[in-house]
């Protein structure tokens, strides 16, 4: 199935979103071939990804009416093949890639796109600069490049840069970009929430093809996006940090830098381990990799259960450096990595989201309390607090009361179950006393604090 950022490229220029600068000096320099060989016989398109460069070269082309001949110069061990076919698909111009016959005097021209021509060119390889400047001198037919680094193909020569006309193209803009977001969700038939869109928009940094591919995500499989989906979108900072971590974890090959991707991250180790657990099958390849990895996991996880049964946090670290550290080590093979995935069941599996759900909302509810960052709570003070209110009972029953916690808050803070006996049996007491007197005038938690204080 294709993606749909693949779905809805543009098939006309004027599809193409933003940059009409760019777009127009395209369109004119395309017209100029209808009057014979111009004088620049190549262009240059160069900016960022996902602003739609190579949409606007088959866009541009559809338009004109022209076959293509498309190379994708990514593959660099396909370099030599991607020369010599566009040395002879540009000069011989007789056959499409494809063998069919063309001819140039019915009106029949073929458009060259060497995508990603900074990675061909861009390597020690300076005959492959000097094939593709003698092309373009020969050519009858014309060459788009496309490049995201102007410097690593131009440097290589400078005929080349006098040889092409450069069209830059610049960011998405985000109203921009949330416009076409919202086209895809109309054409999908899927509804969403104004804020996905807004947040989307303003986080892919112009890169269109990001900012489709995280509206996928975050609505694969559903046809209406629940607030699940904002709240998972709108921890994206954060998420985009995981990947970096992952991929350090994964593919730098070293226990240390693994060990320290984590360090800052905003996670705890209970959801990293979600994240490596979902990724490590997607990059790791060998069975004897993915083994040793399961394997370190696996250990992390007892330590996890070891931490929350005990509430020693100490024993974190230990988990963290087995998920990290273990996880790295086990990668023996060498070969490329997958994808990474947002992991879609902590979307999906209720369990998990609940909790983090209901660990975000308590974190909030006594910062507020505590004047602390939702951040400094989860990070530094909810572990102990969380120990300290399984443990003594005068606290528990104070906090509960005071700060009107739910069977959801009180379940997650003493790690049992919502319907479990001890969660009910608290609520209840705390219900009853609720029940006989008015609501107080000020805080009970606070009031505890006074009387520790003067004790
Ligand atoms: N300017 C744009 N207008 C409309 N869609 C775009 C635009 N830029 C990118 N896209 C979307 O992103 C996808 C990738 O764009 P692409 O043209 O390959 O970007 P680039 O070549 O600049 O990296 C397209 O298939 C399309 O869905
Ligand atoms: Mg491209």
């Keep these: 199935m294709s993606t749909w950022a693949e779905e809805y490229r543009p098939k006309s220029l004027r599809e193409v979103v933003g940059n009409p600068s760019a777009i127009a000096e395209l369109e004119k320099w395309a017209l100029s071939w209808e009057k014979g060989v111009p004088d620049k016989r190549a262009v240059i398109l160069v900016g960022p990804p996902g602003t739609g460069k190579t949409s606007a070269a088959l866009a541009l082309a559809k338009d004109m009416g022209w076959t293509v001949v ?157 607030t699940a989906a904002v709240d998972a979108i709108g921890a994206r900072d954060r998420e985009s940090s995981v990947y970096a971590a992952l991929e350090e974890i994964f593919r730098s090959g070293d226990a240390r830098r693994a060990k320290e991707s984590v360090r800052n991250l905003d996670e705890s180790p209970e959801d990293m381990i979600l994240w490596i657990d979902e990724n490590v099958p997607l990059d790791y390849r060998r069975p004897d990799d993915l083994e040793r990895a399961f394997r370190a996991l696996g250990r992390a996880d007892e330590y996890l259960a070891r931490t929350r049964r005990r509430q020693q946090y100490g024993l974190w670290a230990y988990a963290s450096d087995l998920m990290t550290m273990g996880v790295s080590a086990a990668r023996q093979g060498r070969y490329a990595g997958g994808q990474f995935m947002f992991p879609q069941w902590l979307l999906k599996q209720s369990r998990s989201r609940g909790r983090r759900q209901v660990r975000n909302a308590l974190a909030s509810k006594l910062g507020r309390h505590l004047h602390m960052s939702r951040r400094t709570v989860l990070t530094d003070f909810l572990p102990t607090f969380r120990a300290l209110y399984a443990s003594d009972g005068d606290f528990k029953f104070a906090v509960t009361l005071d700060l009107d916690l739910d069977e959801k808050e009180v379940a997650f803070l003493l790690d049992e179950k919502e319907d479990s006996h001890a969660v009910r049996h608290l609520l209840e007491r705390v219900g009853q006393v609720r029940g006989k007197e008015p609501a107080p005038a000020r805080g009970r938690l606070e009031a505890v604090d006074e009387d520790s204080d003067d004790a």
């Design 70 to 226: 498309e190379m994708n110069a990514s593959d660099k061990r396909n370099a030599d093949a991607v020369r010599s076919v566009a040395l002879r698909g540009a000069i011989t111009q007789t056959f499409s890639d494809t063998g069919e016959f063309l001819s140039t005097a019915t009106g029949g021209r073929k458009l060259v796109i060497l995508d990603e021509a900074d990675n061909l060119f861009g390597r020690e390889d300076s005959g492959g600069v000097a094939a593709i400047v003698d092309t373009i001198r020969r050519t009858g037919q014309p060459i788009v490049l496309i490049a995201n680094d102007f410097y690593a193909l131009s440097r290589r020569s400078s005929s080349l840069r006098s040889l092409c006309r450069t069209i830059k193209f610049k960011p998405i803009h985000p109203s921009s970009a949330k416009a076409v977001l919202r086209e895809v969700a109309k054409a999908e038939g899927i509804t969403v929430p104004d804020e996905v869109f807004e947040y989307i928009g303003d986080h892919c940094d112009g890169d269109l093809r990001a900012a489709i591919n995280d509206l996928e995500l975050v609505s694969r499989g559903e046809t209406s996006i629940v």
